[in-house]
């Protein structure tokens, strides 16, 4: 059974950074993409980033590239997200998710993915 478990989150005044990790147990993840995704209050689960645990391609939103970088080391079963020049705005339950791997680029929708692990809050002070 896949488990997915999120640390890192808290609170940062805006300009500032952090690093969440997701950790993943349960399977061989070689064949798995893996994602991020955030949730604000009153608003629809966003895609942020995702990256091929096997080669490391990755995809981000165009709106958060530059300032968030997603990445993964494969002895640690880990991935992260590290999160630059941080604004209020950014403000949301961040959650790492998983799916096998379909073939054909990197999954960005929440629906695409089958598993999720529980959220960790990000609050942005201004």
């Known amino acids: 059974q896949v488990q997915l478990v999120e640390s890192g989150g808290g609170l940062v005044q805006a300009g500032g950074s952090l690093r969440l990790s997701c950790a993943a147990s349960g399977r061989t993840f070689r064949s798995y993409a893996m994602g991020w995704f955030r949730q604000a209050p009153g608003k629809e689960r966003e895609f942020v980033a995702a990256?091929?645990?096997?080669?490391?391609?990755?995809a981000n939103a165009s709106s958060l590239k530059g300032r968030f970088t997603i990445s993964r080391d494969n002895a640690k079963n880990t991935m992260y997200l590290r999160m630059n020049s941080l604004k209020p705005e950014d403000t949301a339950v961040y959650y790492c998710?998983?799916?096998?791997?379909?073939?054909?680029?990197?999954?960005?929708?929440?629906?695409?993915?089958?598993?999720w692990g529980q959220g960790t809050q990000v609050t942005v002070s201004s």
């Open positions: 990256i091929s645990w096997s080669v490391g391609n990755t």
């Open positions: 998710a998983a799916v096998r791997s379909r073939g054909y680029g990197l999954p960005t929708k929440a629906e695409e993915y089958d598993y």
